[in-house]
């Protein structure tokens, strides 16, 4: 909001306070308080009395000091009643805007907490348009929440309520990310009583508290410190390794991208094998992995394993041919 012209008409109020003070003082041989308060009473227009009789050179700082005093002072007090006003229309046509946008989620991915971790996943996530939400009630992380721009809920991730609000029965997915392994533990507790088939990934700050989290329900279980501490580890045994991996995967300047495609049952790709499927060669990707519906993964397939509903299929490859061949695959 633009506090600009305030500022200005506050300044012109406060040089017509300073005439007519030093007028008055000068003139009309006034104490310096007696002309403050004679500059005050005639800006407002109160109706009290004079002090004491004027000179025509009083009368004349009279009147300078009433026609600009009042036009300031009316001025100021409108730019005041404006800024208030738009503040509050402002808040509750965003916050109307806000949940009409919420009520219109479905296969989206709620995130609990908008900390170091939460907040990484949500820029991730905004990065490839998957639609979330984020849960979080500290007003500093409210205040970036908005700066990013981000759909959010000033709530309690760990209560019913805001998990349903956040249109939990039509969500892809949960992220509890709260710093709290605690609270980590009853959200998920929370999400499963609310809906059992829930996938939920959820953050542990120690590694002790997995067992934990899985058995409250959570689907996957992510500690940043355990995977930090590895990555720097690799950095030292194989930094070529995990430069070509940076490279390749995370800065983009080569343009690639591990992306997973699921195998469609009405896919033309069943039952046919890798080499004949004609993947690599149609769309100049490679097939690093295929996960099948049995949950066993087949790391760097061989042309003859066969193809069946229901694979994920993990390629590496340019963003425009992945799109392409996701639209075969399904």
Same mark, same amino acid.
């Given at each position: 909001?633009?506090?600009?012209? &305030?500022?200005?008409?506050?300044?012109?109020?406060? /040089?017509?306070?300073?005439?007519?003070? +030093?007028g008055?003082?000068?003139?009309?041989?006034?104490?310096?308080?007696d002309?403050?308060?004679?500059?005050?009473?005639?800006?407002?227009?109160?109706?009290f009395?004079?002090?004491?009789? &004027?000179?025509?050179? #009083?009368?004349? @700082?009279?009147?300078?000091?009433?026609?600009?005093?009042?036009?300031?002072?009316?001025?100021?007090?409108? =730019?005041?009643?404006?800024?208030?006003?738009?503040?509050?229309? %402002?808040?509750?046509?965003?916050r109307?805007?806000?949940?009409? =946008?919420?009520?219109?989620?479905?296969?989206h991915?709620?995130?609990?907490?908008?900390?170091?971790?939460?907040?990484?996943?949500?820029?991730?996530?905004?990065?490839?348009? @998957?639609p979330?939400i !984020?849960?979080? =009630?500290?007003?500093g %992380?409210?205040?970036?929440?908005?700066?990013?721009?981000?759909?959010?809920? *000033?709530?309690?991730?760990?209560?019913?309520?805001?998990l349903?609000?956040?249109?939990?029965?039509?969500?892809?997915?949960?992220?509890?990310?709260v710093?709290?392994?605690?609270?980590? !533990?009853? @959200?998920?507790?929370?999400?499963?009583? &609310?809906?059992?088939?829930?996938?939920?990934?959820a953050?542990?700050?120690? @590694?002790?508290?997995?067992s934990?989290?899985? %058995?409250?329900g959570?689907?996957r279980?992510?500690?940043?410190?355990?995977?930090?501490?590895?990555?720097?580890? =690799?950095?030292?045994?194989?930094?070529?390794? !995990?430069?070509?991996?940076?490279?390749?995967?995370?800065?983009?300047?080569l343009?690639?991208?591990?992306?997973?495609?699921?195998?469609?049952?009405?896919?033309? &790709?069943?039952?046919?094998t890798?080499?004949?499927?004609?993947? %690599?060669?149609?769309? #100049?990707?490679? +097939? /690093?992995?295929?996960?099948?519906?049995?949950?066993?993964?087949?790391?760097?397939?061989?042309?003859?394993?066969?193809?069946e509903?229901?694979?994920?299929?993990?390629?590496?490859?340019?963003?425009?041919?992945?799109?392409?061949? *996701?639209?075969?695959?399904?």
């Amino acid at each position: 909001m633009d506090y600009s012209r &305030l500022r200005i008409s506050l300044i012109f109020l406060l /040089v017509i306070i300073l005439f007519g003070t +030093i007028g008055y003082y000068s003139f009309e041989s006034m104490s310096l308080f007696d002309a403050f308060y004679m500059t005050l009473i005639t800006i407002s227009t109160v109706g009290f009395s004079e002090i004491r009789p &004027l000179s025509q050179v #009083g009368r004349i @700082i009279t009147i300078i000091v009433i026609i600009s005093g009042i036009s300031v002072l009316t001025y100021s007090l409108g =730019q005041v009643a404006k800024i208030f006003v738009e503040g509050e229309l %402002r808040k509750i046509f965003g916050r109307r805007k806000l949940e009409k =946008q919420i009520s219109k989620l479905k296969n989206h991915y709620i995130i609990c907490g908008y900390g170091r971790i939460g907040g990484i996943v949500s820029k991730e996530l905004a990065d490839e348009n @998957i639609p979330f939400i !984020v849960i979080e =009630q500290a007003p500093g %992380r409210i205040e970036e929440l908005e700066h990013d721009r981000f759909l959010y809920l *000033n709530m309690d991730a760990t209560s019913e309520e805001a998990l349903i609000k956040a249109g939990m029965d039509k969500a892809k997915g949960i992220v509890t990310a709260v710093s709290s392994d605690a609270d980590n !533990v009853f @959200i998920t507790l929370t999400a499963k009583g &609310l809906r059992s088939d829930i996938f939920i990934l959820a953050r542990t700050s120690d @590694i002790k508290n997995e067992s934990k989290l899985l %058995r409250a329900g959570a689907t996957r279980v992510v500690c940043p410190y355990l995977i930090g501490g590895s990555r720097m580890a =690799q950095v030292l045994k194989k930094p070529t390794v !995990v430069d070509f991996i940076d490279i390749a995967m995370m800065n983009g300047k080569l343009g690639l991208k591990m992306e997973e495609a699921v195998v469609g049952p009405n896919s033309n &790709l069943v039952g046919k094998t890798l080499i004949n499927s004609h993947i %690599r060669r149609d769309f #100049g990707v490679i +097939i /690093v992995g295929i996960k099948r519906l049995s949950n066993e993964m087949i790391f760097n397939p061989l042309p003859t394993e066969n193809l069946e509903a229901g694979d994920v299929i993990v390629v590496i490859g340019k963003k425009e041919d992945l799109k392409r061949m *996701n639209d075969v695959v399904v």
